[in-house]
């Protein structure tokens, strides 16, 4: 099955974060592709270079495509024009205004991919049909 991570996986994964063992049972069944959102490779590169996050010794000097696509065995999804459209179709949630996220979310439902997150708001984006995830 294939599933899309949100940001915050990657960077609980590179970092001494945690993920609940659901989450971690999905990306690591080498049975599912699992892809991350290039909108989440752009977060991840404003983070480390920002020193927003901490990495894991041993992921500090990949090169971030390196570290995604051969360490991780992750696929980046790229965004498309189909899930602009998507994200201009998204309603308004309350408290939850992060365009990165949105575009993200948007990815999971053009996509029909389910969408793994630690953010308990993505929940709120079921009833615009994502298939959501909750790694908490």
Known sequence: MRYLIDTNILVRIVGDGDISDNARAIITDCENIIYISSESVKEYIYLVQDDRITVKKQFRSLEV???????LGFNVKYVAKEHLRTLVKLPAIENHRDQNDRLIIAQAI???????????????????????????
Do not use: A, H, Q, V
Not at 110 to 131: A, C, H, N, Q, V
């Open 65 to 71: 495509f390196d570290l995604i696509e051969n360490t």
């Open 110 to 136: 053009t996509e029909k991919m389910p969408l793994i997150s630690s953010d308990g708001k993505f929940s709120k984006y079921r009833k615009s049909g994502l298939e959501f995830i909750s790694s908490k």
